[in-house]
């Protein structure tokens, strides 16, 4: 504890925004330009959900004669209703779980098969767009391959957060179940008929609670919350594959591209990216604001145009070719032949120096993340570079991160927080009241009024504070006095980060050390900590509490 230092004012905020994930999990809509590569539908209509496998799964984006593509089934579930994984999927099958049916059985799978109830989530994995015209306008086959593989495994880890409702005893809570019962379709055009490879993971409604030893519906709302992992790993997976094809890649703002594919080139083979931009540009102009991401999805759906009928396959891919110069077409050439199968992209960096990387990124405003966080991070820092399995290990033994389910921290922020602890505790009723007779001034609110007195009249050394994000939390700046004569310049503040969550500090400390944690006079803990204030009244070394370090593994707080 700083010497001099006199008060702690701890500003705990809340926000009453949301992530886009969240929002997705919230409403149930597509992922609106969020640059994932794994956007999620979900559908409700038994007819459609029909119509869906005949007119569009089954199918490419366009009715090539006599063509039909081929699903196969994925999940872990599939084993429970007698259906092999990677199995070619039948109309029959398919249909009956649209039924909420057993397909080897015939017996109902849930206990409700109510008018409205969701069908499916139709996930959906695309690449970046020079890889769909490597893939498809070239006739690369190994990239459609690379992107299978890379594609399964980013469903695959989506697959762990799989989760069923648990309601028995007064319970609310969502129990993991790490199972799905689903069918993958690749397709390799646009409605627009433009290059563009992708995935279709049509996840039906239910799973298997092992606990219970039934199935239930499918709570998705963690898989929501970890699609931007999934779509990381998807992203390295696939960049690695194409650098062991040969092909090199290029860094962009969102993600990658493959190497010497021209932008202009990307932009031209987007037509309905054009369309979908303009449709939803001229909805907001209409309707002068933002839309949401419910409307998003009205206005993307209702601009898409409908199947082409009758145009083969050969034709779509003279139609690509025809929009290229001979130049274009040479030098695009010339990646294909320069993709043989040698390596030229060589791994400069390792999965310790990944994680070292996404450490100083997701702890410099946070104290507890989600190891799903952690790892997207990671990717990110190594794309193409780095084994996913081998990450995890390395992550794995690595002591200096404590966790407690998914969640996870480092032990040099607990120690910080442990020390933090000890201080506020043995502040109470430390000192005298800052200024007793102090009457705040009328053009504050009733709320504000009543903090600031408790703040002034208060004997502890700390006191907490909370609200909402914005609401003039920092009255004291504007408002407070300067007790028994002494200038206002005296006070000054610092910024150290965020406490742990009540919770996470409780669960990780010997009872020894958690019996009281985090009291804080009259005002009820909350999680997580937003910011931090210290408030001195009297010359202190700020040194040892600026928080000015960006590594947590390197920092010490007072």
């Known amino acids: 504890m700083p010497k001099g230092l006199v008060s702690l004012s701890v500003y705990l905020t809340t926000t009453t925004g949301h992530s886009c994930s969240r929002l997705s999990a919230m409403c149930g809509r597509r992922f609106a330009n969020l640059g994932t590569m794994f956007t999620a539908d979900p559908q409700k209509n038994h007819k459609t959900a029909r119509e869906y496998f005949d007119e569009h799964l089954s199918h490419n984006e366009y009715y090539a004669s006599g063509q039909v593509a081929q699903g196969r089934w994925i999940g872990t579930g599939t084993q429970r209703l007698n259906i092999k994984e990677g199995s070619i999927v039948t109309r029959e099958a398919f249909v009956a779980l649209c039924d909420n049916t057993n ?13 409205g109830r969701r069908i499916f989530f139709d996930f959906t994995c695309s690449p970046p767009k020079s890889v769909s015209i490597m893939a498809v306008v070239l006739n690369d086959t190994r990239i459609i391959e690379a992107h299978q593989a890379a594609a399964r495994l980013g469903i695959k880890e989506l697959e762990q957060f799989a989760a069923a409702r648990v309601r028995k005893d007064g319970r609310q809570e969502d129990r993991t179940t790490g199972c799905l019962v689903g069918a993958e379709f690749t397709h390799t055009s646009s409605r627009a008929l433009d290059p563009q490879l992708h995935t279709h993971f049509t996840l039906f409604n239910v799973t298997y609670d092992a606990t219970e030893e039934r199935w239930k519906a499918l709570q998705t709302s963690g898989m929501f919350a970890a699609v931007h992992y999934a779509t990381e790993v998807y992203r390295n997976e696939l960049a690695h594959r194409l650098h062991a094809l040969g092909y090199e890649t290029r860094k962009t703002i969102k993600a990658f591209e493959i190497k010497n594919v021209p932008h202009a080139l990307c ?34 759906h209702k601009s898409r145009a409908k199947k082409i009928k009758g145009i083969p396959t050969d034709e779509v891919r003279r139609n690509h070719l025809d929009q290229l110069s001979p130049d274009e077409l040479t030098a695009l050439r010339a990646v294909v032949a320069s993709a043989d199968g040698t390596r030229k992209v060589k791994p400069s960096i390792f999965s310790t120096d990944v994680i070292n990387l996404a450490v100083d990124h997701v702890f410099e405003r946070a104290s507890v993340v989600t190891q799903e966080l952690l790892l997207e991070h990671a990717l990110i820092e190594g794309r193409g570079h780095i084994d996913l399995a081998n990450l995890k290990h390395t992550l794995e033994q690595d002591r200096e991160f404590v966790r ?62 909370r609200g909402l ?23 000054s503040f610092a910024h150290p980060p965020a406490p742990l969550p009540i919770s996470f500090a409780k669960t990780v400390c010997p009872p020894s050390l958690s019996s009281g944690c985090w009291w804080i006079r009259n005002c009820k803990p909350v999680s997580p900590v937003r910011s931090l204030y210290w408030m001195k009244r009297e010359p202190w070394d700020s040194r040892t509490c600026n928080g000015s370090s960006r590594s947590p593994r390197n920092t010490t707080h007072a």
Request: charged share 25%; proline share 8%; hydrophobic share 30%.
């Open 469 to 491: 994000a914005g609401p003039a939390k920092p009255l004291h700046s504007t408002n407070s006095p300067s007790p028994a004569g002494k200038q206002e310049a005296n006070r």
């Open 103 to 115: 397909p080897d059985s015939g017996n109902a799978l849930t206990p409700h098969n109510k008018t």
């Open 267 to 300: 932009e031209r083979f987007s037509k309905r990216a054009k369309e979908r931009d303009e449709a939803i540009a001229r909805m907001e102009k209409k309707l002068g604001r933002k839309l949401t991401n419910n409307e998003i999805s009205v206005a993307v």
């Open 404 to 465: 407690v389910g998914r969640d996870i921290s480092l032990r040099s922020i607990l120690e910080a927080e442990l020390a933090l602890v000890h201080t506020v505790n043995a502040g109470k009723d430390a000192l005298g009241p800052i200024h007793s007779g102090f009457t705040p001034s009328s053009n504050l609110g009733p709320d504000q009024r009543e903090a600031l007195r408790h703040l002034l009249h208060s004997p502890d050394r700390f006191t907490g504070m």
